[in-house]
């Protein structure tokens, strides 16, 4: 079995100054969890025989994701533009909009449009790479979008969009 993983595909390197410092944090909490991990490998490998040893065998799994995600951050975080400023037209959907949509059954939902390193389902946050938020850039209120895919079609309108 091979480790090869295809590379990720590109995505938008935008980002907002709470995503960025996000990520700033979870990199130095990671490196703070290798010291302990670090820690504990030694003592697991200590005790002996490493090849029936599921102690040691955990902590180095362990260890290899700790290093994989620092190495990710690493490389990541420089390559980030962070956006702070307002659009010059904020009546159009742009980066770090919170848009509220009607959906064509009534429902309404409300998202914000932030890169793909920081979206997040519980505050609300899309990906700008997601199929709805490129068809959401430069709408206005008003406007009616429809996102297809192989199982659905789903229309939405913009009711509000605000930064």
């Known amino acids: ?70 190495h990710f951050l690493q490389k990541r975080l420089p390559s980030l533009t962070i956006v702070t400023d307002k659009p010059d037209n904020e009546e159009n959907i742009y980066f770090a909009a919170w848009v509220t949509l009607e959906k064509d059954n009534g429902d309404v939902v409300s998202y914000r449009i932030v890169g793909p390193d920081e979206y997040s389902f519980e505050e609300g946050g899309i990906s700008m790479d997601s199929p709805l938020a490129k068809a959401l850039f430069k709408k206005t209120v008003d406007d009616e979008v429809t996102i297809k895919n192989e199982f659905q079609q789903t229309r939405y309108w913009v009711t509000n969009i605000r930064y």
Not at 31 to 50: F, N, S
Request: glycine share 6%.
């Open 1 to 70: 079995m091979s480790r090869w993983k295809p590379p990720r595909p590109k995505s938008s390197p935008y980002i907002t100054l709470k995503g960025y410092q996000t990520l700033e944090s979870e990199l130095k909490n990671l490196w703070e969890k290798r010291k302990g991990v670090v820690k504990a490998v030694t003592a697991a490998a200590a005790e002996g025989d490493r090849s029936e040893n599921a102690e040691y065998i955990y902590r180095k799994k362990e260890l290899r994701g700790i290093d994989s995600r620092i």
